[in-house]
């Protein structure tokens, strides 16, 4: 009796959560299959992302990749050794096929990278992520990260 008001508690919290993914535009979907392929690493799906136009940057850092290759080459080096990667996307919109995500990339891994060794950091990130994506072929055209380092720099500061 009391694993079925558990379930159904389960299954009242969880409905609008899973109603509000299937209402968001095709564009802002595909967006978050593409971050969520990011965060977890999944270099398979990503592969089908990217493609030799395909263009990762990170304006606020002056880094820029191009092409499939390159992209998931930096991709493997910059997720070495982490731990946790996430994306808490706060707030969502696109214009067409520009999607524009704000919200925290959470991370948590080796200070090495950081000028840390030896330490396991964790760090919250405020950030603008832009996703310009090709309709017909569902991958990306640009990747453009606008991020707040100054919080990460005093955030590495305390740690």
């Not at 535009?25 to 971050?35: G, R, W």
């Not at 919250?124 to 992520?129: E, F, R, S």
């Amino acid at each position: 009796m009391n694993l079925r008001y558990l379930w159904l508690i389960f299954t009242f919290f969880s409905l609008p959560s899973m109603a509000n993914t299937t209402q968001m535009p095709i564009e802002q979907q595909l967006a978050v299959k593409y971050i969520q392929a990011l965060t977890d690493h999944d270099y398979k799906t990503l592969f089908n992302f990217y493609n030799r136009d395909s263009v990762f940057n990170d304006k606020t850092a002056s880094k820029k990749y191009t092409g499939r290759r390159h992209i998931l080459s930096f991709l493997k080096r910059a997720h070495q050794g982490v731990l946790e990667y996430g994306f808490n996307i706060e707030h969502m919109f696109n214009s067409g096929s520009l999607v524009v995500m704000i919200g925290n990339y959470h991370y948590k891994g080796p200070g090495e990278q950081f000028g840390k060794p030896g330490k396991i950091i964790d760090l919250a990130i405020p950030g603008v992520t832009t996703v310009k994506l090709d309709m017909d072929t569902h991958r990306i055209k640009e990747h453009e990260d606008l991020m707040d380092y100054q919080t990460m720099a005093d955030q590495l500061a305390g740690q």
